[in-house]
């Protein structure tokens, strides 16, 4: 452990207190500045901040003070995301109110977040779980709900079995609960939706976003799964069912002349009606089984293709051939139609199950017509269409056109955009969320709450555990109602809704957290929002990030905003790691920050997190590397310290005095510029180079005292950002004005933050061919490279063999050829 040259305990507390009563940190929505808006993702309050929240936000707000040194008025806030099954969970295991539980954490940590010596205003503060905030989620509600955006439909949906509750789509991963990785199964219930698929085309427009990650816009255009294809139908005309057709989605019309099978999905409702009496039984136990498997399971590439043949035929119409109608589990109910025209000479999954079901597997694209031999696997590629009647000798592309267009004519299909989104699921069958606005009514059916009687409070003495059901469907007094349309007797809906609906919207109340008569101020909003920059981990791509873009449309075209992108700039920062593994209790491996603030006080730490990679790729926390960071500390702290009215006049150099204005220069370009695009890694490199270099002029005391001032002065100022308390201090033994953070970044000159030039004589066998303009700071391979690329000195070695460079620094360089 190093010891540091001051009392960071003290430092730390005296500083934080100063800000506070000074209110440096106090936002106001006009000022004669331009208004920056950077948020960072707010934090789950789960009653203590982990290494990983400040990786997150210790840089963030070291940005957002970057801004405001700028010149901006920069509104960088926090708050809780207090609604949640933690809360719920905890209060079952501890026998303790979630509120209680919640806002016992959210005290604890803001203090731990003041600890870190943010610049939070903390009058802007929102927390989730108080009725001022929630009253809006539902207000929202109503406001979709009137414009049809959110509705009540009896679905197959995800359970999962620990957590209790339903969960959005979103919400599973890889089949598993987001939260617990419990395999997740499919449960009837009647269940809210926000409409977020009308939104898809939309979705996948980033045009009016400024900056995302490309990673983040190709999940979330993956998740949205726009495909173009053509609806056919296939005739079962014969069977007279109450349908006539089988609806079919597919993406390769060009294969039609190929299928050979018709695969449903077990859970589509033809099955049971087109089922032959001699298939009954192998039909339904199969359905059985299926109803059992994971959707991953189903969709495994890995996994066997199973099915059972119903005994029916279909017709296809494009050749009037009867195709046997199979019950298969790899089809999904929830795409496309719930059907799959099996194409098994083009298609690896029909391939598969045609293979296993001794189904003909018959060619109908080929990149070589006149050899057409036995498939070993389903052939993807492109070609020309054989076996395909009139097509034949068509090119598949020119075949999609042309055969869609003959089923269109023939009204057997039409073109038609499948996607892979599905609406957003919002119901949870728990306690600790926003009661959904809803009344429930024999005579007037299903009625909206008047928006005059909200907020629908949550009661506080609800028995929350959990048991499948909601648990305010045991309270009775929160149940039964009145309606509002007729006042007769009428049960409320007992659901709360997802959380992701309070983190859809925070970013705008951040502008008017204590607006009471609506959701924000208008006046307020139009200051800040869109948020300008937003930062947070890439883990909430298909979910948080996904909604709030939805969330924003939507109440765009409820006319509540004037723009459709809740973020203009996002990035996401990397993940911390400890002994080359995720951090984890099991593993022992968890770092505790209270346990370093408490040695090495909150800059430290900050700066240590910014140090150690570059924060999108996250990095390791080693002990090592923060004592590195320490001693460097205590080495600025002893630059700023040393008497600079002693450098004696006799000694200075103007050639050092010139070589460091350069690299002061050098320095504050470099340092801005990394800061600017969250370069935090490489810009305190770029100090501790400027220290070393200060050092090295001090030992040799050859700076006069004006250059060494104006040193110092940058690099405490540069640094201000990262670690705002040392700095503060510093600034103030420097018999500067309070406070460090109000001040102005300085500025580099470009002239002399240009490496400084010089000319290269270039010869070839000792005769000059060219002088080159090269940086100062050139080295011998650079050199080389540069005059090896020189089209004057090309010439003379294009066709010799190289035998040595000379190369003279500063001065020239010589190709020797033979
Ligand atoms: C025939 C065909 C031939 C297909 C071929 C592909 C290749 P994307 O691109 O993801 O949208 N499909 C349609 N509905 C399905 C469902 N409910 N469950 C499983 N698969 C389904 O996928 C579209 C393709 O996936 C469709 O095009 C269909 O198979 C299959 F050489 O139709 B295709
Ligand atoms: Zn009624």
Known sequence: MVNLKYDPILLDSKWQSRWASDQIYTVSNTSDKPNWYELTMYPYPSGNLHIGHWYAMAPADAHARFRRMQGYNVLHPMGFDAFGLPAENAAIKNNIHPFNWTMKNIENMREQLRSMGSMYDWEREVICCLPDYYKWNQWFFLKLFNAGLAYRSDAPANWCASCVTTLANEQVVDGKCERCSTPVIKKDLEQWFFKITKYADELLDFSEIEEWPEKIKTIQTNWIGRSEGVEITFDISQYNLPQNDISTFTTRIDTIYGVTF????????????????????????????????????????????????????????????????????????????????????????????????????????????????????????????????????????????????????????????????????????????????????????????????????????????????????????????????????????????????????????????????????????????PVDQYTGGAEHAVMHLLYARFFTKALRDLGLLSFGEPFKRLYNQGHIIAQNAKMSKSRGNVITPDDYVQTYGADVVRIYLMFLGPWDQGGQWSDNGINGIARWINRVWDLVHYQSNKLSSSKHDTQSIKDTQRLLHKTIKKALNDLESFKFNTMLATLMEFTNALQQSWNKQDLDEQTWTNCIETLVLLLAPIAPHITEELWEYLGKQFSIHQQSLPIWDEELARDEEITLVVQVNGKVRDKITVSANITESEAIVLTQNNPKINRHIDDKQILKTIYVPQKLVNIVTK
């Open 262 to 529: 018709m695969a449903l999905a077990p859970e589509n409702s033809l099955v049971k009606l087109i089922t032959q009496k001699d298939r009954q039984e192998e039909v339904d136990a199969y359905i059985q089984q299926a109803r059992r498997q994971t959707e991953v399971e189903r969709t495994s590439s890995e996994r066997e293709k199973t099915g059972v043949f119903t005994g029916a035929y279909c017709i296809n119409k494009l050749n009037n051939q009867p195709v046997p109608i199979y019950v298969a589990d790899y089809v999904l109910s929830g795409y496309g139609t719930g059907a799959v025209m099996g194409v098994p000479a083009h298609d690896q999954r029909d391939f598969e199950f045609a293979s296993s079901h001794n189904i003909p597997i018959v060619t109908v694209i080929s990149s070589n017509p006149d050899d057409i031999s036995d498939l070993k696997e389903a052939y993807t590629g492109t070609g020309v269409l054989v076996n395909s009647g009139n097509f034949n000798n068509v090119s598949a592309d020119e075949a999609k056109a042309s055969i869609a267009n003959l089923i269109e004519s023939n009204e057997w299909g039409s073109r038609t955009v499948s996607y892979r989104i599905r609406d957003w699921l919002i119901s949870r069958q728990r306690y600790w969320g926003t009661p959904i606005p809803i009344v429930y009514c024999d005579k007037c059916g299903t009625t909206p709450v008047n928006e005059s009687d909200l907020p629908v409070l949550l009661p506080d003495d609800a028995e929350f555990k959990p048991s499948g059901e909601s648990p305010l469907n045991t309270h009775s007094e929160f149940r039964e109602t009145h309606c509002p349309k007729c006042s007769g007797k009428a049960l409320r809906e007992t659901d709360t809704m997802d959380t992701f609906v309070d983190s859809s919207w925070y970013q705008f109340r951040y502008t008017s957290p204590t607006q009471s008569s609506s959701p924000w101020e208008d006046l307020a909003l139009a200051q800040w929002a």
